[in-house]
């Protein structure tokens, strides 16, 4: 069966709302995604049949703490990890990844160096900083190439052997420039020198399958409620490495992983409807990827199911971002910041930064939102991407960002609104 909108959008109650008789297009997916029937059923079975705190021996926790272990379970099929225990379940990535910068620390000495990159997000940038100063480590910079949007992996390499790194923060898709990373290859350079990588997925995995086996990564982070969740977020880990880490914890707490970096109550609703997602994904991959389940022959059951999932909408959405990015191609002015070759497309997510010339982002977005078209604007906390394309003075960039839940209808009518703001 091949990729059918209409009926996975019948799943989103929030796709068919209307103000003042004008339909909502969300394209700000990649500030936060709406949210099929499974995640709100799930949320509301939480909080109405089994609300209550971790770890008691009557009904309401014993079932709970089950929907917890579940959830955990769910997303270690999503991102393939070996077991449940290595899900660690947040309030979002920036806080997990502060937390958990915190136990990394301990392992590192002044005068150690960490290598960031100038393509991330700052949630995976602010958090090593404040590490680097409370310890004096040294940081170096990974760019990227202003006119591909890709990183040179020569420069990598070479950062990575004559540098004493003991930590890679890199990110897999850049929520900037769209650009999907080879986060396997730099890897495997920082592994060559002992370096720890810690890979930033937040705007990858919405849109293709996630195998932190296949990355070899050592700790992968992301936030559910950018794939159709809840606002949560998820921090992975290899077992022997959040084994090793020391949580900043308090006593009672326990001592093994996930709970030791699971602080304080967590939002167990958030994990039921992070468990909703894994449903509505593996009832997709049920529906709409037959065609993909025989691309994983080393997977089996739901696993199997939510990366064949994963990659019907990678298709799908392949087929909106030659769309979007032809049309904006033929705009006179406008000018994309990200790949934007055809050919090149499957190294992209479809989140599709661009600028006009001699026109303010916030005035585009705003155009936008008057028709109830839905986009972001400025640096979207990109900032240093921002700054390498020196388009800080001129308020950024304008971000349209489909996800499988849009339709072909939808681009076309964002690019005839943007026709009428050039
Ligand atoms: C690439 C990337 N990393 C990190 C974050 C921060 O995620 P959170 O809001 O879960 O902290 C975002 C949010 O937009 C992002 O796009």
């Not at 994990?271 to 994904?281: C, R």
């Not at 700054?387 to 849009?406: A, C, F, T």
Request: hydrophobic share 35%.
């Amino acid at each position: 069966m091949s990729f059918e909108v209409n009926t996975i959008r019948e799943h989103f109650p929030a796709l068919s709302l209307k103000d003042e008789g004008k339909q909502r297009i969300y394209l700000d997916n990649p500030g936060g995604t709406q949210v099929p029937r499974h995640v709100l059923r799930r949320m509301e079975n939480y909080l109405i049949n089994t609300n209550a705190n971790h770890a008691g021996m009557f009904r309401t926790s014993v079932e709970s703490d089950k929907v917890l272990e579940e959830a955990h379970q769910g997303m270690a099929d999503l991102l393939n990890a070996k077991t449940a225990d290595e899900i660690v379940f947040g309030a979002n990535m920036t806080t997990l990844t502060f937390a958990v910068s915190r136990s990394i620390g301990r392992l590192l000495n002044r005068g150690d160096s960490i290598l960031l990159t100038q393509m991330d997000h700052d949630g995976n940038i602010g958090p090593w900083l404040h590490l680097a100063e409370d310890l004096g480590l040294d940081v170096k910079w990974l760019k990227f190439n202003t006119e591909t949007y890709e990183y040179d992996l020569n420069e990598a390499a070479s950062l990575l052997s004559e540098n004493d790194i003991k930590l890679a923060a890199i990110n897999y898709a850049s929520n900037c420039t769209g650009t999907i990373n080879d986060v396997k290859s730099i890897t495997e350079m920082a592994h060559r020198s002992e370096a720890m990588v810690f890979v930033d997925a937040v705007q990858y995995v919405p849109h293709g399958p996630t195998d932190v086996q296949d990355l070899g990564c050592d700790l992968l982070v992301c936030s559910p409620y950018k794939f159709f969740g809840p606002h949560q977020g998820v921090l992975w880990g290899k077992s022997e490495l959040l084994g090793k880490l020391e949580a900043y914890k308090v006593r009672p707490a326990d001592n093994v992983s996930p709970g030791k970096f699971e602080t304080g109550t967590q939002s167990h609703e958030g994990q039921a409807g992070t468990l909703g997602v894994i449903e509505y994904l593996e009832w997709v991959g049920d529906t709409m990827g037959t065609d993909f389940q025989g691309n994983f022959p080393e997977c089996s059951g739901r696993r199997k199911k939510l990366h064949a999932a994963m990659s019907a909408i990678q298709q799908y959405e392949q087929f909106l971002s030659s769309r979007l990015i032809e049309g904006l191609q033929k705009l006179d002015g406008v000018e994309i910041r990200g790949i934007s070759m055809q050919d090149d497309l499957s190294r992209r997510v479809p989140t599709v930064s661009f600028t006009v010339k001699n026109k303010n982002p916030q005035t585009i977005a705003q155009k936008l939102a008057d028709e109830n078209i839905f986009v972001w604007h400025g640096h979207n906390y990109a900032l240093e991407a921002i700054q390498l394309m020196k388009l800080e003075d001129s308020g950024g960039v304008v971000r349209i960002g489909p996800v499988h839940y849009n339709t072909v209808e939808e681009i076309d009518l964002t690019l005839d609104v943007l026709k009428t703001c050039l």
